[in-house]
Each structure stands twice: as structure tokens, then as C-alpha cells.
């Protein structure tokens, strides 16, 4: 299997090596207009079973949109980049209605995909979040709807919610159905998804610091030979605690960290796409860049992926937390670690704090618990403590 990767923490603009020509070519269509026919395209790939055509860069909303014109998504637009996915709390609820502005502002509605999610598990609760984000985002219907962040594959079985996807189907709100995962067990779901036909697609937390793992490889085979559209997200592996740690990351080629892990997913030809925050001009740009060069990793970026790998695993989650917090008297700390990285890796700071103030106040507070036990348990060999306390300073 050929290795993948992604994050927004990017700070400058990169130029493509030897591909002057075309590093031009994108500042000269994003500041001057260039012709649509005369832009270069991202390259796409088959969403699996749907048979849809996407590219394979995907513009999150996870950190929102501006509420008047957002020149972002006209620019992934120009470059191909016609994917949006959002989610019903993604920016407070202020990330759909916020893309729909553009959209509509640049008549683009019919030629641009949307995914959608909701945390609602049951029938009712599903319907109603797809009328919402209908009305949010002005639109008759949307491409994708995921059940977002599933843990628990109950909800994959529940009749009511199964009829209820097939009658929103049939009445041709929801184009294809799915979720997104990003915990611990994301093997076993994708397993699950390989044996439920009426799954078309899943998004899951996929990271170079998972190739080595076989129950993930051998699940990721099995989606994908089940026709399972795969995307990729979480691809960065960012860590919580050192704000700058990506620079660890030694420029030993063309492209930087952020830009090579994105290289690494691509060369998965298993995963369809993967999906960035890029919440600014600049980051779109070197993911552009890095999309339109087909010039595959060398040895050296490889290299500098794992070393940077080793020197920061003390400080990554990987969200499994039935190690670590049956040990630590109800705190949640997978919830925590993971607002604490889009803190300090994605720089998404209010974002963070709202996501930290929104768990309950009895599982926030860290002064009177002893992580001890569980750091003991982290295969990671976490300083849950200190992680925890840094937590509950800069975020609560």
C-alpha cells in the first residue's frame, strides 16, 4: 500500500520547485483573473460506489466562512476544487449559511458538491437536521450527509434511520449517505461500512503516523474493494501542547511539512480525497500547489515525515480513549486533546474554546484529578496532567 496525509497551519507560500511556470500561472489566476478554460485544474478521483467525480482536495468548513463574499471559495472554484464540507455545528452553526452566500453570490450551487453532517443518531433528529442545513445553505438538496463523529455503529443498524435515509433519497434532498469518524475504533467502523451496502461513503482520521497499522490497512481494503468512498481527514497528525512543533519538520525538498503529508494521502490511490481547513488565501494556495504538481514524494520528504513522527509522538492523541480514561475520573480527555491541537496546530483558537466550554463543566476541571494511572495506560506515554492543565488555562 503506498502511504498518505494534511493541516492548515501553513505560513507561506510555496513555490513548486522546477515549476516556475506554474506557481506563476496560480498567482496570476487568483489576483488577475485568468480565463476559467485557461486555469489549471486539481486533479479528481472516484468517490467509490457513486460513481462521482471529485477532486482530491476537499475545502473544509470547519473553521467557517466570512459571512459576506468569501474570495476562497471562488478561488478553489477557478482551480477545481469544487467540494465543500460542512456540518451543522462547524463555526456555531455560522458555516453553512456562510458558504451559501458565495455560492449564491457566484451562481455556483449546481456546479459545486456539498457534504453535510449532524450529530443526530435517530431518525427524527436526522430528518430535521437535513431540512436545516436545506434552509441554511438555500438549496434543495446536498450531495452528501454524514452521521458526524460516530463512535458507536448501533446507529448503522437502526431501522427507522435506515428508511428515513432511503425516503430522503427518494424525495432527492440527499444525494449519498455516510459518516465520518475520527476515534479510536475508526477500523472497526470501516469494516462495518464494508458490510452495509447502503454506506457510500465514510471519512475518517488518517494520519503518517498510522501506515504501519495493519487492522487499519486491512479495514481500509476492505472499504475500499466494498466500493466505500473514502476521504481522508485529521491527515496532519498534528499535536496538542507545542505550538510550533511542526517545525521539527526539516525542509529537505520542494514542500514543507503541511504540503507533504497532503502528497503522502495522495499517493494512496485507495483514498479518493482528502479534506483541509484552510482558512486563508495563502494555505489554499499551497494546497493547490501541492494538488496541481504530480511529482510524487522522494526519499528525503519521507524521511523528514518520520523523524518529525518520532520527535513529537510524546505530544500526539490518537483519540483512544478507552486506555486512558477509565483511569481519569470522567474527565474527557480525547474530547480535550483534540480542541487543544486545533488550538495550538490549526491556530482555530475561538473555535477551540467553544468546542472545550461546550463539554460539561464536571468533566472540563483538571486541578483536582490525578492523571497518573492514566498516562501510565496511553500507549503514547502522554503527560496527561500537564496536557490537561494547559487545556483548562487556555481554553476554559
Given at each position: 500500500?503506498?502511504?498518505?496525509?494534511?493541516?492548515?497551519?501553513?505560513?507561506?507560500?510555496?513555490?513548486?520547485?522546477?515549476?516556475?511556470?506554474?506557481?506563476?500561472?496560480?498567482?496570476?489566476?487568483?489576483?488577475?483573473?485568468?480565463?476559467?478554460?485557461?486555469?489549471?485544474?486539481?486533479?479528481?478521483?472516484?468517490?467509490?460506489?457513486?460513481?462521482?467525480?471529485?477532486?482530491?482536495?476537499?475545502?473544509?468548513?470547519?473553521s467557517g466562512f466570512k459571512?459576506?463574499?468569501?474570495?476562497?471559495?471562488?478561488?478553489?472554484?477557478?482551480?477545481?476544487?469544487?467540494?465543500?464540507?460542512?456540518?451543522?455545528?462547524?463555526?456555531?452553526?455560522?458555516?453553512?449559511?456562510?458558504?451559501?452566500?458565495?455560492?449564491?453570490?457566484?451562481?455556483?450551487?449546481?456546479?459545486?458538491?456539498?457534504?453535510?453532517?449532524?450529530?443526530?443518531?435517530?431518525?427524527?433528529?436526522?430528518?430535521?437536521?437535513?431540512?436545516?442545513?436545506?434552509?441554511?445553505?438555500?438549496?434543495?438538496?446536498?450531495?452528501?450527509?454524514?452521521?458526524?463523529?460516530?463512535?458507536?455503529?448501533?446507529?448503522?443498524?437502526?431501522?427507522?434511520?435506515?428508511?428515513?435515509?432511503?425516503?430522503?433519497?427518494?424525495?432527492?434532498?440527499?444525494?449519498?449517505?455516510?459518516?465520518?469518524?475520527?476515534?479510536?475504533?475508526?477500523?472497526?467502523?470501516?469494516?462495518?461500512?464494508?458490510?452495509?451496502?447502503?454506506?457510500?461513503?465514510?471519512?475518517?482520521?488518517?494520519?503518517?503516523?498510522?501506515?504501519?497499522?495493519?487492522?487499519?490497512?486491512?479495514?481500509?481494503?476492505?472499504?475500499?474493494?466494498?466500493?466505500?468512498?473514502?476521504?481522508?481527514?485529521?491527515?496532519?497528525?498534528?499535536?496538542?501542547?507545542?505550538?510550533?512543533?511542526?517545525?521539527?519538520?526539516?525542509?529537505?525538498?520542494?514542500?514543507?511539512?503541511?504540503?507533504?503529508?497532503?502528497?503522502?494521502?495522495?499517493?494512496?490511490?485507495?483514498?479518493?480525497?482528502?479534506?483541509?481547513?484552510?482558512?486563508?488565501?495563502?494555505?489554499?494556495?499551497?494546497?493547490?500547489?501541492?494538488?496541481?504538481?504530480?511529482?510524487?514524494?522522494?526519499?528525503?520528504e519521507h524521511e523528514a515525515?518520520?523523524?518529525?513522527?518520532?520527535?513529537?509522538?510524546?505530544q500526539a492523541c490518537d483519540?483512544?480513549?478507552?486506555?486512558?480514561?477509565?483511569?481519569?475520573?470522567?474527565?474527557?480527555?480525547?474530547?480535550?486533546?483534540?480542541?487543544?491541537?486545533?488550538?495550538?496546530?490549526?491556530?482555530?483558537?475561538?473555535?477551540?474554546?467553544?468546542?472545550?466550554?461546550?463539554?460539561?463543566?464536571?468533566?472540563?476541571?483538571?486541578?483536582?484529578?490525578?492523571?497518573?494511572?492514566?498516562?501510565?495506560?496511553?500507549?503514547?506515554?502522554?503527560?496527561?496532567?500537564?496536557?490537561?492543565?494547559?487545556?483548562?488555562?487556555?481554553?476554559?
Amino acid at each position: 500500500m503506498t502511504t498518505p496525509p494534511h493541516d492548515p497551519s501553513r505560513r507561506r507560500l510555496v513555490v513548486l520547485g522546477g515549476a516556475t511556470a506554474l506557481a506563476t500561472s496560480i498567482d496570476q489566476g487568483l489576483w488577475s483573473g485568468v480565463a476559467e478554460a485557461a486555469t489549471p485544474k486539481v486533479p479528481r478521483r472516484v468517490l467509490g460506489k457513486t460513481k462521482q467525480s471529485i477532486p482530491i482536495l476537499l475545502l473544509g468548513g470547519g473553521s467557517g466562512f466570512k459571512g459576506s463574499f468569501d474570495g476562497r471559495i471562488k478561488t478553489a472554484l477557478d482551480y477545481g476544487v469544487n467540494y465543500i464540507d460542512t456540518a451543522r455545528k462547524y463555526a456555531s452553526g455560522r458555516s453553512e449559511p456562510h458558504a451559501a452566500v458565495t455560492l449564491h453570490a457566484l451562481k455556483a450551487r449546481e456546479k459545486t458538491w456539498i457534504t453535510s453532517k449532524t450529530d443526530s443518531r435517530d431518525a427524527a433528529g436526522f430528518a430535521r437536521a437535513v431540512g436545516e442545513t436545506l434552509a441554511a445553505m438555500k438549496t434543495s438538496y446536498v450531495d452528501l450527509y454524514y452521521l458526524h463523529e460516530l463512535t458507536d455503529p448501533a446507529p448503522l443498524d437502526d431501522k427507522q434511520l435506515l428508511e428515513t435515509v432511503a425516503r430522503l433519497k427518494k424525495e432527492g434532498k440527499i444525494r449519498y449517505f455516510g459518516f465520518s469518524c475520527h476515534d479510536d475504533n475508526v477500523a472497526e467502523l470501516l469494516v462495518k461500512a464494508s458490510e452495509r451496502s447502503y454506506i457510500d461513503s465514510v471519512m475518517f482520521r488518517y494520519n503518517f503516523r498510522q501506515y504501519g497499522n495493519k487492522a487499519l490497512n486491512d479495514a481500509i481494503d476492505k472499504a475500499h474493494k466494498a466500493g466505500v468512498g473514502l476521504i481522508a481527514m485529521k491527515t496532519q497528525g498534528s499535536e496538542a501542547g507545542i505550538a510550533d512543533a511542526w517545525k521539527k519538520f526539516e525542509r529537505t525538498g520542494k514542500w514543507n511539512k503541511f504540503q507533504s503529508v497532503l502528497k503522502a494521502v495522495w499517493a494512496d490511490e485507495r483514498i479518493s480525497a482528502a479534506v483541509s481547513h484552510m482558512d486563508d488565501l495563502t494555505k489554499l494556495k499551497e494546497n493547490i500547489a501541492a494538488a496541481l504538481d504530480r511529482q510524487k514524494l522522494g526519499a528525503l520528504e519521507h524521511e523528514a515525515l518520520e523523524r518529525y513522527a518520532r520527535a513529537t509522538r510524546h505530544q500526539a492523541c490518537d483519540g483512544c480513549a478507552h486506555h486512558c480514561e477509565p483511569h481519569a475520573g470522567g474527565a474527557r480527555i480525547a474530547h480535550t486533546l483534540r480542541y487543544l491541537m486545533y488550538h495550538d496546530a490549526y491556530g482555530e483558537h475561538e473555535q477551540a474554546r467553544a468546542l472545550f466550554r461546550s463539554l460539561p463543566s464536571e468533566v472540563r476541571r483538571s486541578a483536582d484529578r490525578d492523571f497518573s494511572r492514566a498516562s501510565a495506560a496511553c500507549p503514547n506515554g502522554l503527560d496527561l496532567a500537564q496536557l490537561m492543565r494547559r487545556a483548562e488555562e487556555l481554553l476554559g
